[in-house]
């Protein structure tokens, strides 16, 4: 990328100089929610029900975006434009904005958005072919009834631990339990087996955030004839499984071969796991919001 420019509250500015105040709500308490959105092709992928979600979040936590529905969608566009990507990585961010050291939020007279694009890949490309391994850790998943996982705020600590405990095990990513036990989800990934015909994942309130990949993958699932199923499991479900794979915007579909060192099937990633990304991978470029046509013709 040659220059990157970011939407930063009513206007675009240099990478460099997109800077905000100590004082914002955001960087102090993590005071605020994002979305990370992905352009495949010039097609915006589940737009609509992420922009949903970032709008779910925010009023949950009774912060107000400055912006309808529709415009933020148009600010997106205009951020992948302006950057001239066909294929990137958006990150939406709204903090309650800048106030005072105190932790009122009232203080805070507007929120501040933030609109970034840049192209991503988060796991190396030849990790999709052999799949990758992962481990539990000790960090436990909030519980839903403390810090809903469902907002996706910014307060993602736990995330973040989570991160380091797979580096400290030499992992690319790990997996948290929930306070009873029962496996929740990774870092910035939901987490789905295979047994047979049947496909599981977490429900909600064992505490995932509910994945718009996670969304896809069930009507993937649904439309191939598995039986898809939302339903708690335990570690030694995750062991014995057929196949194990995680879903996230960033991550996509990726296979898992191998959990606290439990080889997973065969080792590689499996024949269903292949299906479905395969399906994902189509489903990309034509599910979403059409980055527009005239801006489009100038991508080189
Ligand atoms: N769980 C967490 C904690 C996440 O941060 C993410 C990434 N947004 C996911 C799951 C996957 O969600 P999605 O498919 O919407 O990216």
């Not at 490309?125 to 810090?147: C, F, M, Q, S, W």
């Not at 948290?176 to 977490?202: H, W």
């Not at 993937?220 to 570690?235: A, D, H, N, V």
Request: glycine share 8%; hydrophobic share 40%.
């Amino acid at each position: 990328m040659s220059e990157q420019w970011i939407y930063l509250n009513d206007q675009f500015v240099k990478k460099e100089d997109a800077k905000i105040s100590v004082y914002d709500h955001g960087f102090l308490y993590g005071d605020g929610v994002f979305e990370g959105i992905r352009v495949y092709d010039g097609n915006i992928f589940k737009m609509e029900e992420h922009n949903d979600r970032l709008f779910r979040s925010a009023k949950s936590i009774m912060l107000t975006i400055p912006y309808t529905k529709e415009e933020m969608i148009d600010l997106v566009v205009q951020t992948i434009n302006k950057n001239r990507l066909k294929d990137a990585y958006i990150r939406i961010v709204v903090s309650r904005g800048v106030g005072d050291l105190g932790l009122d939020p009232y203080n805070c007279k507007r929120a501040q958005v933030v609109i970034i694009a840049e192209p991503l890949s988060i796991f190396p490309k030849h990790l999709y072919e052999t799949g990758i391994e992962i481990v539990t850790v000790a960090t436990r998943r909030n519980r839903p009834d403390v810090l809903s996982p469902k907002v996706k705020s910014l307060n993602y600590l736990n995330n973040v631990l989570v991160k380091i405990e797979a580096h400290l095990a030499n992992v690319s990513e790990a997996l948290m339990l929930n306070d009873q036990g029962y496996v929740a989800e990774g870092s910035a990934d939901n987490i789905f087996i295979i047994k047979g015909n049947t496909i599981l994942t977490p429900p909600g309130y064992i505490g995932a955030l509910e994945g718009i990949t996670r969304g896809a993958i069930i009507e993937i699932g649904k439309s191939l004839g598995y039986e898809m199923k939302e339903e708690p499991f335990t570690r030694h479900d995750v062991y014995t499984a057929d196949e194990v794979f995680l879903t996230g915007t960033a991550a996509e579909v990726i296979a898992v071969v191998k959990v606290d060192g439990r080889v997973i099937g065969e080792g590689v990633p499996g024949e269903n796991t292949k299906k479905l990304l395969a399906v994902f991978r189509e489903k990309v470029v034509s599910d979403g919001v059409k980055v527009y046509k005239e801006a489009a013709s100038n991508i080189g």
